[in-house]
């Protein structure tokens, strides 16, 4: 809890340090990577940041939690640190590690806010970094010995088994234990960090979800080839380093290391109607859940909502359908933006997802995961459909800026 004197300090200050948190974040990445380039190259997603998507989600982490801190009524900002902590333990962030970060944080601070950050306000933002730094490497103890390694042995060798072209940018590999042992089972909807060392030395490291297993012992994913593009400002935006980096140069027999399983967007076990909904690549972490659902013969209502560009592009397209399929009480409605020569019925449908077409409980537990302004969309549509928003979950994949813009 942060103490009386802080708690008036940051209320005060809390509109001037969230103004500045988008010019402070830059400079203190920058400042660390100066000091610890093997932070960047090894560690940190560097297309994230080339974009700057990494320090809005940094900027949006910190404002949110210490907004959380001083507002009695709000509730614990359990939910943030654990989303944060499952991709700390996933990459073997260790406790020495947020020294390094508090340091060039408040160079940066300082560096932004000049005078303003007197001795007072400097104290105040202080207890509230290590409040946020011990929370979140309790966290992360917990989930270290929960998978029984340490942050200096989250690694493991994984030798690719089998590798399978499943739509023109969409790539599936299956891993198993370099050692012939079995691997660790995931929870349904977890993901694993993959590290490959990139052509120029860089080691590199992404998270992509479990897509269920061929056998047990097994990981299974499915890697999306991420484009180069323009974004909406017209900034050039490359290549994704280690998709394209897999799908070009990782076959049959290679060897990778693979961190053990992690993620706090997990199916609940409780008995209320499923509501899960994709789009693109976010179809993996349902994959997974559909995947645990056939194996424990469930009789859960399930619908299914998936939005892609065409069938040609949909990736996992005959596995989505064919887990749908074998449950009874599943459906399926896919929506595209070209259909093709393909008609239109009844859970087939050109254009956008319209939740109109569709019955919602409004008791409904929903998992989302597609890009961000389309979770945004469903997400509103399913509250003004009555679904709660503590019922609606969802996965990012990389930086949370769905968080940052919040």
Not at 291 to 306: A, N, P, Y
Not at 399 to 406: C, Q, V, Y
Request: glycine share 8%; net charge negative; proline share 7%.
């Amino acid at each position: 809890m942060l103490s009386a004197p802080s708690t008036e300090v940051v209320k005060a200050t809390l509109p001037v340090i969230g103004a500045a948190i988008g010019d402070i974040t830059p400079i203190f990445y920058r400042r660390m990577f100066d000091a610890h380039p093997e932070l960047e190259r090894d560690l940190f997603n560097r297309g994230n940041q080339a974009v700057g998507d990494q320090p809005r989600a940094l900027a949006g982490a910190v404002a949110t939690y210490a907004t959380l801190l001083v507002d009695e009524n709000a509730p614990a900002p359990v939910e943030l640190l654990s989303r944060i902590a499952h991709k700390h333990a996933s990459l073997g962030i260790t406790e020495a590690q947020y020294e390094i970060v508090h340091q060039y944080l408040f160079e940066a601070i300082v560096q932004v806010l000049g005078d303003a950050v007197t001795p007072e306000v400097a104290s105040a933002w202080d207890e509230v970094y290590w409040l946020m730094a011990r929370d979140l490497i309790a966290i992360e103890r917990g989930l270290y010995a929960a998978a029984g390694i340490t942050p200096e042995h989250v690694w493991q060798s994984v030798v690719l088994k089998t590798r399978r072209q499943d739509s023109p940018d969409t790539v599936s590999f299956v891993f198993g234990a370099a050692d012939g042992t079995p691997l660790p089972a995931g929870r349904p909807g977890q993901y694993v960090s993959v590290a490959v060392t990139l052509p120029d030395g860089a080691r590199q490291i992404r998270q992509y979800s479990l897509t269920g297993s061929h056998s047990a012992g097994e990981w299974a994913i499915s890697v999306k080839a991420a484009p180069a593009r323009i974004a909406e400002d017209g900034a050039e935006i490359p290549e994704g380093e280690v998709s394209n980096f897999l799908h070009r140069s990782v076959f049959e027999g290679d060897v990778l290391s693979v961190s053990p399983p992690f993620g706090d967007l997990v199916l609940d076990d409780s008995d209320a109607p499923l509501l899960l909904i994709s789009a693109g690549i976010g179809t993996t972490p349902i994959i997974g859940m559909l995947h645990h659902l056939s194996h424990t013969s469930t009789g859960r209502e399930v619908t299914v909502l998936h939005a892609d560009r065409s069938p040609w592009h949909h990736p996992l397209r005959s596995q989505l359908k064919s887990l749908v399929g074998a449950l009874p009480t599943a459906t399926l409605h896919r929506w595209y933006e070209d259909l093709g020569t393909r008609a239109p019925r009844e859970d087939l449908a050109a254009g956008l997802v319209d939740l109109d077409a569709v019955e919602v409980p409004t008791d409904a537990q929903v998992y989302l995961c597609g890009p961000i302004p389309f979770m945004e969309s469903v997400r509103d549509a399913l509250v003004a459909r009555g679904v709660a928003e503590t019922n609606i979950r969802y996965e990012v994949f990389g930086p949370d800026k769905w968080l940052a813009s919040a």
